[in-house]
Nanobody, 124 residues
Framework: VQLQASGGGLVQAGGSLRLSCAAS????????VGWFRQAPAKERTFVAF???????TYADSVKGRFTISRDNAKNTVYLQMNSLKPEDTAVYYC???????????????????WGQGTEVTVSS
């Protein structure tokens, strides 16, 4: 499956953005999909993931501000980001996996497909 992340941009603190992760090549509905982010000179970190049944799990740093959702008819997963903070600035990557690889879904190792990333910049 090929993943295409989009929706990043420049926003002021307190603003909102919606990221999209569009999949092509295979039916997406049975995949777990995660969002990760990587700030300059930092490791890639977990943001959120959604199960094939639509249950979302979030990093503590974004809980209550971000919402992950999926539209299987459109083969797309969304990350709605509200109340953005400067520390949310990063390149955001979506990832997907169609079977359990034995890693928690909060780890990059759990995923075998990755999108190219979309940049989010939050100004103070």
């Amino acid at each position: 499956v090929q993943l295409q992340a989009s929706g990043g941009g420049l926003v002021q603190a307190g603003g909102s953005l919606r990221l999209s992760c569009a999949a092509s090549g295979r039916t997406f509905s049975r995949y777990y999909v995660g969002w990760f982010r990587q700030a300059p000179a930092k490791e890639r970190t977990f943001v959120a993931f959604i199960s094939w049944s639509g249950v979302g799990t979030y990093a503590d740093s974004v809980k209550g501000r971000f919402t992950i959702s999926r539209d299987n008819a459109k083969n797309t997963v969304y990350l709605q980001m509200n109340s953005l903070k400067p520390e949310d600035t990063a390149v955001y990557y979506c990832a997907a996996v169609d079977y359990s690889r034995g890693y928690p879904y909060t780890l990059p190792s759990a995923y075998n497909y990755w999108g190219q990333g979309t940049e989010v910049t939050v100004s103070s």
